[in-house]
T-cell receptor
Framework: KAGVTQTPRYLIKTRGQQVTLSCSPI?????VSWYQQTPGQGLQFLFE???????NKGNFPGRFSGRQFSNSRSEMNVSTLELGDSALYLC?????????????FGQGTRLTVV | DAKTTQPPSMDCAEGRAANLPCNHS???????VYWYRQIHSQGPQYIIH???NNETNEMASLIITEDRKSSTLILPHATLRDTAVYYC????????????FGKGTRLSVIA
């Protein structure tokens, strides 16, 4: 069974640009969550999508957005990039949304903003 | 904010058991205890989770105290590949609850 796939693995963007990251969950999984990891703030929750609906959102500005497609694949978008957006962006998929469900993470997309 | 407290770092000799403690004194009766680990620059890896009873799988054992205020993750025979940051997470069973990661414990397995 294939794991969670994130593309691209590495990305370099310039301040002010926008970026779109992609996540393909494990087959059959309907929940996709996104996290940002930085050395200073650690792993922080961005948002979760389940069956194409955003179910939960973390404390991030509106420049961070996402969506989920009918095949459960998800994308997140960051507009007007800032230097502080440089981070490892992680996607996790699970079969359901809830506290008794394991979430499986991808390898992440490392975004560098210059 | 994370609802758990873990030591920032621990060392363990290769081949010995690694016992990683976690304090979650404010845990609610229906909240689960999850453990994940993250090897450098990789995505977090699910290890195990439990509610009240002790749990064991091919990777580790989870021992939860009777009052559920603390737990211990046990790696029975630590190898160098177990060197990672280990996160203990308390999570509500209801939907829409994300994993809230604290700073975790950096485990170094030494040859």
């Amino acid at each position: 069974k294939a794991g969670v796939t994130q593309t691209p693995r590495y990305l370099i963007k310039t301040r002010g640009q926008q970026v779109t990251l992609s996540c393909s969950p494990i087959s059959g999984h309907r929940s996709v969550s996104w996290y940002q990891q930085t050395p200073g703030q650690g792993l922080q929750f961005l948002f979760e999508y389940f069956s194409e609906t955003q179910r939960n959102k973390g404390n991030f500005p509106g420049r961070f957005s996402g969506r989920q497609f009918s095949n459960s694949r998800s994308e997140m978008n960051v507009s007007t990039l800032e230097l502080g957006d440089s981070a490892l962006y992680l996607c996790a998929s699970s079969s359901w949304t809830g506290g008794n469900t394991e979430a499986f993470f991808g390898q992440g997309t490392r975004l560098t903003v210059v | 904010d994370a609802k758990t407290t873990q030591p920032p770092s621990m060392d363990c000799a290769e081949g010995r058991a690694a016992n990683l403690p976690c304090n979650h004194s404010t845990i609610s009766g229906n909240e689960y205890v999850y453990w994940y680990r993250q090897i450098h620059s990789q995505g977090p890896q699910y290890i195990i989770h439990g509610l009240k009873n002790n749990e064991t799988n091919e990777m580790a054992s989870l021992i939860i105290t009777e009052d559920r205020k603390s737990s211990t993750l046990i790696l029975p025979h630590a190898t160098l590949r177990d060197t990672a940051v280990y996160y203990c997470i308390v999570r509500s069973p209801s939907g829409n609850t994300p994993l809230v990661f604290g700073k975790g414990t950096r485990l170094s397995v030494i040859a």
